[in-house]
């Protein structure tokens, strides 16, 4: 049984959220042999020598008890956790995958991916992904001290989310959505095979006609809080078929 999931932004301001994680992955999450963390896992990430706050810690000892207990976890960069590296792997047992990955099984194969390179209508964001991903840039930024990284952080992050807030219900929320065009191409690129996604918060499971072949791609649900509660989701492959597992804690 492999198992999906992506944004789950943990971070001290979502305890519902670190509680449901810890639920999943010393709960469903044992059953499974392999877990894929497709990204944007923490809210920020600013360095591995960052992650000392108690949430980060009891996150990274649940990550090492589950791997020192069998089970195979696997960790994508996302737009918000880019910075994670050998550090919290070697601290956690975690395998850190590049994007995209290619994962084929005995019986199917799928591309897994955050998503976020899909998104080629937000030129401004696709320029600061670039930006952002250069190793010379992320050498730079992690030579500063820790106190500068976390208030470049909490500015970048504040800028996302009040652009997000100006796009929402607008002729121009396409801008967070994945590009039809892009995305053909990128099944195409891939062999065709089943795309598993997270990023856009928006999820479903779509049919692409991509050169007369039907393909699937199933976009991963964000975790989040409301009304009291937290709800997430996790991604099943069982050898015949995908399937999805909502979660809830609380309400």
């Known amino acids: ?33 392999r ?24 996150v990274k000892a649940w990550l090492r008890a589950a791997s020192d207990a069998g089970l195979a976890i696997s960790f994508l960069h996302g737009n918000r956790d880019f910075l994670v590296g050998e550090a919290f792997a070697a601290e956690t047992g975690v395998t850190l995958l590049p994007d995209p990955y290619v994962l084929s099984t005995p ?12 998104c080629t209508d937000d030129l401004p964001y696709q320029a600061f992904r670039a930006q952002v991903r250069n190793p010379q840039w992320q050498a730079a930024f992690l030579a500063k001290p820790l106190q500068e990284r976390i208030a470049i952080a909490m500015g970048l992050r504040a800028q996302s989310e ?4 100006e796009k929402a219900g607008t002729s121009a929320e396409y801008l967070m959505d994945v590009n039809p065009g892009a995305t053909d191409d990128f099944i195409r690129s891939h062999g065709y095979a089943t795309v598993i996604h997270g990023h856009t918060h928006r999820p479903a499971t779509h049919d692409h006609i ?3 072949i039907h393909t699937q791609r199933w976009v991963l649900a964000d975790w989040h809080e409301a009304d009291g509660a937290a709800r997430g989701e996790y991604l099943t492959w069982d050898g015949e078929a995908l399937a999805r597992h909502p979660l809830q804690l609380g309400a």
């Open 107 to 118: 019986e199917w194969q799928f591309v897994l991916t955050h998503g976020d390179a899909l």
């Open 1 to 33: 049984m492999l198992h999906f999931i992506s944004d789950l932004h943990l971070s001290p301001a979502t305890p519902g959220l670190v509680r449901l994680f810890g639920d999943y992955l010393n709960g469903p999450a044992r059953r499974a042999e």
């Open 162 to 165: 009040a652009g997000k807030a």
């Open 35 to 58: 877990l894929f963390i497709l990204g944007d896992f923490f809210e920020a990430w600013v360095g591995d020598d960052g992650g000392v706050d108690p949430v980060s810690r009891q």
């Open 210 to 212: 991509v050169d007369g």
